[in-house]
């Protein structure tokens, strides 16, 4: 079946900070990678996307890395708020395939 | 609404009965899922759809789930003779195509099995 994590891991930061969250990624013919962040009783968010062609991309606050020959992936938070408090789950996609998610992080954000 | 739509919110059952969950994707998306959440962990795929092929069904549990696609849209998520551990968020996701575009997912139907 697909990864299903039995506990999260969690990174802990102070409002203000920079967040860094890591994933490896398992398929390193996957071309297409997502972040998606999951508040409280609510369905994953996307937030960021990035093509195997590049290995950046920058958005409103976040950026993705993707190093594909250790096949690792990450989001970087500029400024961390309280609001960005949440689970957050990479998913790469090998070619004509479905997107596979990672089994999660989550971020902890005290004022 | 734009995005994908799910229900009921929240769904308590008695063990042993059956019960179904409803996913409105987002317009002209040929791709479904559904996924299952249990509580504190990470989703595990289910089933999905694509267009007219024939569903993909490698992730259910049980012959106790099923799922169906009517004129490409909406879908029913069914699961019969519930018992205690089928007690999950399940999530449907929708997208343009299967693969390279993200999946937008709606926010997921609480099932609880007492």
Known sequence: GESVGLHLPTLSVQEGDN????????????DYFIWYKQESGKGPQFIIDIRSNMDKRQG???????????????????????????????????????????????????? | GAGVSQSPSNKVTEKGKDVELRCDPISGHTALYWYRQSLG???????????NSAPDKSGL????????????????????????????????????TISNQPQHFGDGTRLSIL
């Open chain 1, 19 to 30: 967040s860094i969250i890591n994933c490896a990624y398992s398929n390193s013919a996957s």
């Open chain 2, 61 to 96: 549990p049980s012959d106790r789930f099923s799922a169906e696609r009517t004129g490409g849209s909406v879908s029913t998520l069914t699961i019969q003779r519930t018992q205690q551990e089928d007690s999950a968020v399940y999530l449907c996701a929708s997208s343009s």
């Open chain 1, 60 to 111: 409103q606050r976040v950026t993705v890395l993707l190093n594909k020959t250790v096949k690792h992936l990450s989001l970087q938070i500029a400024a961390t708020q309280p609001g960005d408090s949440a689970v957050y789950f990479c998913a790469e996609t090998p070619p004509l395939q479905k997107l596979v998610f990672g089994t999660g992080t989550r971020l902890l954000v005290s004022p």
């Open chain 2, 41 to 51: 962990q990470g989703l595990e795929f289910l089933i999905y759809f694509q267009g």
